[in-house]
């Protein structure tokens, strides 16, 4: 059965600290990774990741991908309060690339 | 609409009522997701629709749990017999096509069986 882990479940952080998060996976046939904000109820999307070793960027955030080590992790730079929020991290199979598998996520709280 | 609207945004209800949840997607994406997020866990799979046929109910837990897309766009997610487990929010998610992992979300439907 296909599972994705994440750690920490959560973490606690001073606005300007940088922080990384991680996940990793066990998934037949995988396909992609992707990381998504969950603020209240609705999960926003932030990268998706096929490729090991390439880094995507965005602001503050940052992703990559390990495949030899079945992981990815997630970094934020320069935390603000507004980073306050669950990471969910989700793989897809080829099988059915459109079925995103979750993690329970690691929920972020960012202190002034 | 702007984004993916889900109605309503909270709903209670007594153990074994029946309930409908309503998901509008995205103007345009024929690809639309329900899943189900229980407190502390990650959103879990239940139905994917690719246009009006729905391409894989696999995720859906029981017979009691049954989901709709009749014109290709608006779906609604009906559940019979409701049960306290069944207390969770529900997550309706649309993308322009199926083979598209970036998901838009709605902000969910809270269910509270009592």
């Known amino acids: 059965e296909d599972k994705v882990v994440q750690s920490p479940l959560s973490l606690v952080v001073h606005e300007g600290d940088t922080v990384t998060l991680n996940c990793s996976y066990e998934v037949t046939n995988f396909r992609s990774l992707l990381w998504y904000k969950q603020e209240k109820k609705a999960p926003t999307f932030l990268f998706m990741l096929t490729s090991s070793g390439i880094e995507k960027k965005s602001g503050r955030l940052s992703s990559i991908l390990d495949k030899k080590e079945l992981s990815s992790i997630l970094n934020i730079t320069a935390t603000q309060t507004g980073d306050s929020a669950i990471y969910l991290c989700?793989?897809?199979?080829?099988?059915?690339?459109?079925?995103?598998?979750f993690g329970k996520g690691t929920s972020l709280l960012v202190t002034p | 609409g702007a984004g993916v609207s889900q109605t309503p945004s909270n709903k209670v209800t007594e153990k074994g009522k029946y309930v409908e949840l309503r998901c509008d997607p995205i103007s345009g994406h024929t690809a639309l997701y329900w899943y189900r997020q229980s407190l502390g866990q990650g959103p879990e799979f239940l139905i994917y629709f690719q246009g009006t046929g729905a391409a894989d109910d696999s995720g859906l837990p029981n017979d009691r749990f049954f989901a709709v897309r009749p014109e290709g766009s608006v779906s609604t997610l009906k559940i019979q017999r409701t049960e306290r487990g069944d207390s969770a929010v529900y997550l309706c998610?649309?993308?322009?096509?199926?083979?598209?992992?970036?998901?838009?979300f709605g902000s969910g439907t809270q269910l509270s069986v009592l």
């Open positions: 998610a649309s993308s322009p096509t199926g083979d598209n992992e970036k998901l838009f």
């Open positions: 989700a793989a897809t199979n080829s099988n059915s690339g459109y079925a995103l598998n």
